[in-house]
């Protein structure tokens, strides 16, 4: 499945954040790496009990380190 299919809603439309899980993959880290990342600064948001990721802040954080 190409990556822009991996992260279009049911209605085809583009979700602007990324799950734990897809982090993961878009990063090629462990579940441990990611926690380690989030401790120094990668930011992340809370919806509801699920923590989810910005992909435009994703992007630039791996340009700033």
Request: no cysteine; hydrophobic share 25%; charged share 30%.
């Given at each position: 499945m190409a990556e822009?299919?991996?992260t279009k809603s049911p209605r085809g439309v583009e979700r602007i954040f990324?799950?734990?899980q897809?982090?993961?993959e878009f990063l090629g880290?462990?579940?441990q790496t990611l926690?380690?990342?989030m401790q120094?600064?990668?930011p992340s948001h809370k919806?509801?009990?699920?923590r989810v990721f910005l992909k435009d802040d994703l992007i630039q954080w791996i340009k700033e380190h």
């Open positions: 822009e299919e991996k990324l799950t734990f897809e982090t993961q880290v462990s579940h926690y380690k990342l120094q600064g990668l919806i509801g009990k699920k």
